[in-house]
């Protein structure tokens, strides 16, 4: 049986000592990232979210590797999205996993296509949205520190052509955090080339399954994962080295402005404002007054995240509108509005700005109930 066939394991985990030099230097790799790029503290409770692919299943190899150097308590999650008449298995396969890793495991079942309808939006941001909400409330439920992701360097080049042709601004344009401290999300193998991971799997005898709808070409993930990525590799052999260039220095960048604009705010705080739809933020004229215009873009994108961890509004502004929206400042236009991704619109009004949700934004409605058919906590 091939390893992507089904579940499939050694009698146990080798040590790190057992394993291959390339074996071990992937995992201390990941440790060294873990340690300082994701500053993780020792004695760090982890949720992992597993879906039983080959990227989760050598996530939670790899941090059980590495759970007493670093001297981690990990648990599990599965999300069963109920769209593939095999999906049920994939929560098997995770539960046999963990058991055969010593990890506690929560496995769920949610119809993700209902969420879809109910929503009103598309399968895969209804899968997003229930699998992230229901990471956080396990999270809480099990006191982890963080939740854990196994997102790739493949995954990060595609997430940064996404984010280019949604028209993303800089430095979101840079792909998903390695770290994000208001989600409590970490992806320490987000530099890790992907088959690297497969290769430590088969090395290991270790099984993984296989999700047929991520060859389907009705997403545009995997289009662009199958038809463009390929050809963008064939130019550049080097091409996901490159994409995690620009992370590091969009992460560079980031971090530079924060300082700034977090000095700016001190001097001039925006003030919460209350909407007739809920909670909104003026960015007075004396703060947009003495910043560059460069540093007001990214004003505004840090209004809109925060306004949103409020919310509950998620949506990358594409560059073209917060452009456009400067620009009318510039020009000193009143009583323009802007619409912003996530229902939200930026108000202008006499110099100052004002983010608020929108009027038109359809209201949120609520989660359809999540059925648990077998749950193993600790």
Not at 124 to 139: H, M, Q, T, V, W
Not at 249 to 270: K, Q, V
Not at 344 to 370: Q, T
Request: glycine fraction near 8%.
């Amino acid at each position: 049986m091939c390893a992507e066939a089904g579940p499939s394991f050694p009698p146990t985990l080798p040590t790190l000592r057992q394993l291959s030099p390339a074996e071990a230097r992937l995992c201390l790799g990941i440790e060294r990232f873990c340690r300082r790029a994701l500053g993780l503290a020792a004695g760090s409770r982890l949720l992992l979210a597993l879906s039983g692919g080959a990227d989760s299943t050598a996530l939670a190899c790899l941090l059980r590797l590495l759970a007493s150097r670093l001297e981690l308590t990990l648990f599990a999650l599965c999300l069963d999205h109920a769209l593939r008449p095999e999906s049920a298995e994939d929560g098997r396969h995770v539960e046999a996993l963990c058991r055969w890793l010593g990890i506690p495991c929560a496995v769920f079942r949610q119809d993700v296509a209902a969420c879809a309808k109910d929503w009103g939006c598309g399968l895969e941001d209804a899968g997003r949205k229930a699998r992230y909400a229901l990471l956080e409330e396990e999270r809480q439920a099990v006191d982890a520190d963080w939740i854990v992701l196994g997102h790739h360097a493949g995954d990060l080049a595609e997430d940064v052509l996404l984010r280019l042709t949604r028209g993303a601004s800089w430095p979101a344009l840079a792909g998903m955090a390695a770290k994000d401290e208001g989600r409590r999300l970490l992806r320490p193998l987000l530099f890790t080339d992907p088959e690297a991971l497969r290769g430590l799997l088969r090395a290991l005898g270790i099984g993984w399954r296989e999700d047929a709808s991520n060859q389907s070409r009705a997403f545009r993930r995997n289009r662009l994962r199958h038809e463009v990525l390929p050809l963008l590799r064939r130019e550049n052999p080097s091409l996901d080295r490159s994409f995690v260039t620009l992370h590091e220095l969009g992460e560079l960048d980031g971090d530079f402005w924060e300082g700034l604009l977090t000095a700016a705010l001190i001097e001039h705080p925006w003030r919460e404002i209350r909407a007739d739809d809920g909670p909104g933020l003026l960015l007075p004229r004396e703060l947009l007054a003495g910043l560059h215009p460069a540093a007001r873009l990214r004003l505004y994108v840090r209004a809109l995240r925060a306004l949103g961890k409020v919310s509950g509004a998620r949506g990358q502004a594409r560059g073209a509108t917060l452009l456009a929206l400067d620009e009318a400042l510039r020009q000193g236009r009143g009583n323009t509005c802007f619409q912003l991704p996530g229902g939200m619109e930026a108000m202008l009004r006499r110099g100052s700005i004002i983010f608020k949700k929108s009027p038109h934004s359809p209201r949120s409605r609520a989660r359809p109930a999540l059925v648990t058919p077998s749950t193993s906590r600790p």
